[in-house]
């Protein structure tokens, strides 16, 4: 069984604070584990609500990882085409034992040409562009194919991290994480998927996304074409 010692987070301006606050909070409870918070510079970086994050790596000063983390949200346009960015996922995937996303985090994996071929998911709202950069789409709040583990949207980032220490380090230290949490979700209202919510409810997200949702495909079909090019 695979452990865990270096963890890394690829952070990147308006990412979604708690696709990456709530592996970290998990994760970083695994006894003798050091997490990398990695940026293209060490420093402030802008989450979609506010607060900043401090990057404590350089890509250039980030020791080869077991695990790398990339989180979701709008500042994914902007990782998607940042060449920087995307030569440090790769050169870290050689040797990675897991390469892992949260939410649309996965379309960065994608756009460093770790999907081809491979089994993912991310935030419900975007899963059916996953095809465009090869993977297979699959509705799952936590997808494994070999090395590669995504998760859906957001919350499901504590499910994810909560996969992966069972994974490497055993059933018996995940239950200890999550009871340490407290991590025993019982939401006032169920409308957690597409599935459960009323119609009214669904048009009215997919209404607000929509706009986003015309601009996000224009970058994925420009890195698509660069990477068929």
Request: negative net charge; hydrophobic residues 45%.
């Amino acid at each position: 069984m695979p452990r865990l010692r270096r963890i890394g987070f690829l952070l990147f301006d308006d990412l979604t604070q708690l696709d990456f606050t709530g592996p970290l909070q998990v994760l970083n409870r695994i006894p003798g584990v050091s997490v990398h918070l990695v940026a293209r510079q060490a420093g402030p970086i802008r989450t979609d609500c506010g607060p900043f994050i401090l990057a404590d790596t350089a890509f250039a000063d980030c020791p080869q990882l077991d695990l790398i983390c990339v989180p979701g949200g709008w500042g994914v346009d902007q990782a998607m085409e940042d060449t920087q960015t995307l030569d440090f996922l790769r050169e870290q995937a050689v040797g990675a034992q897991y390469v892992t996303s949260v939410c649309t985090g996965a379309f960065v994996l994608g756009a460093a040409g770790l999907l081809r071929g491979v089994r993912a998911t991310t935030h419900w709202r975007y899963h059916d562009a996953l095809t465009r950069f090869g993977a297979v789409p699959v509705q799952a709040r936590v997808v494994r194919d070999g090395s590669v583990f995504t998760g859906g949207g957001v919350t499901a980032g504590i499910d994810f991290a909560l996969t992966i220490i069972r994974e490497t380090h055993g059933e018996g230290l995940a239950q200890a994480i999550q009871l340490g949490l407290e991590y025993d979700p019982q939401p006032p209202v169920q409308c957690g998927s597409p599935t459960k919510a009323p119609v009214a409810i669904l048009d009215a997200v997919e209404a607000r996304f929509a706009p986003r949702w015309d601009a996000f495909l224009k970058v994925v079909d420009r890195v698509v074409s660069t990477q068929s090019g």
